[in-house]
Structure formats: C-alpha cells, structure tokens
Nanobody
Framework: QVEIVESGGGLVQPGESLRLSCTAS????????MAWYRQAPGKQRELVAS???????TIADSVSGRFTIFRDNGANTLNLQMDWLKPDDTARYYC????????WGPGTQVTVSS
C-alpha cells in the first residue's frame, strides 16, 4: 500500500508564496500521474493540478497562472509552487494518484490571511 505524506503548508499573507511537497513510499516516477487536491472548510475536495510521468500537466482555472506543479525525481517528490496566494486558496492540500487512489494522507494546511 502506497503511503503519501504532504508538507510545506503554513500561514501567509495575501500575495505571498508557498511550496508544497508530497512524497510517497514508492518511486513516484513509476506512477502514471499524481495530483494535488484541496479541501476548504464546508466544501468538497477539488482537483488543483495534476502531472503525468511524461510531464503533461493540468491546472484548475482558479489557480492558473499562479500555481505550478512539478516533480523532483531526485527527491522523489511532487511539488506545488503557489504564488500570489489569495484568501480563497485557504484549504487543506493533499496529493494522490488519480488513476488508482490510495488512502488520503494527512494533508498540509494552507491559510492565507492578512
């Protein structure tokens, strides 16, 4: 069973940046794709960005132009660079495998507030 752990969240002000990282208990390059999701209080979990192992990515319209998803094969991490953060980005962020989801990790909290 693949285990996933997310890190990098925090409390920032609007306009600031954060970089989230996700690591798995296996070589993520062997996975066809991984993705970042988020869930805000009272809302359903939503897809934020995905990346295939041949570097084809998708980005949600709400974060396009501000968030970038990329993989560090050497570190075995899937990363989400988040720039120009807005209060609406406040949520708990998770990563998972879209084609074969595994139990959700603990996620990492991102809070954007002045």
């Amino acid at each position: 069973q693949v285990e996933i752990v997310e890190s990098g969240g925090g409390l920032v002000q609007p306009g600031e940046s954060l970089r989230l990282s996700c690591t798995a208990s296996m070589n993520i390059f062997l996975l066809d794709a991984m993705a970042w999701y988020r869930q805000a209080p009272g809302k359903q979990r939503e897809l934020v960005a995905s990346l295939t192992n041949d570097n084809r990515g998708t980005i949600a319209d709400s974060v396009s132009g501000r968030f970038t998803i990329f993989r560090d094969n050497g570190a075995n991490t899937l990363n989400l660079q988040m720039d120009w953060l807005k209060p609406d980005d406040t949520a708990r962020y998770y990563c998972n495998i879209p084609s074969n989801p595994v139990p959700w990790g603990p996620g990492t909290q991102v809070t954007v507030s002045s």
